[in-house]
């Protein structure tokens, strides 16, 4: 995942016309080291899909407007606009990633 450290950065990169995958997350949060101990195998899967990660404590303004209250959450845009949204809570196992990648990528 290629890291998103500015709200710039952040605005520009949602702009594009393939779709994209955003995953919000803080240093400090255990369920954030929880996914990253599964998602290598699912990002070999999406390897056709550019995946970004966006520390929202870095950059609140995003995690903000994209009502991102808990993390870890992954966020699909495209062409500016937030497609789907993997909410914290079931964003707990490969299995619950792989299906919310299925019906939204």
């Known amino acids: 995942m290629k890291p998103i450290t500015a709200y710039d950065d952040y605005s520009q990169k949602i ?6 995958i ?7 949060c255990p369920d954030c ?6 998602i290598d195998p699912i990002l070999e899967e999406y390897n056709h899909v550019e995946w970004y990660e966006l520390n929202r404590d870095d950059v609140p ?3 903000d407007e994209n009502d991102v209250m808990g993390i870890p959450s992954l966020l699909v845009f495209q062409n500016g606009k937030k497609l789907a949204h993997l909410h ?8 619950s990633v792989q299906e919310f990648l299925k019906s939204n990528i």
């Open 15 to 20: 702009q594009g016309d393939d779709k994209i």
């Open 22 to 28: 955003i995953k919000f997350f803080a240093d400090w």
């Open 33 to 38: 080291t929880r996914m990253n101990m599964f």
């Open 61 to 63: 303004e995003a995690a």
């Open 88 to 95: 914290s809570a079931d964003a707990k196992s490969p299995e």
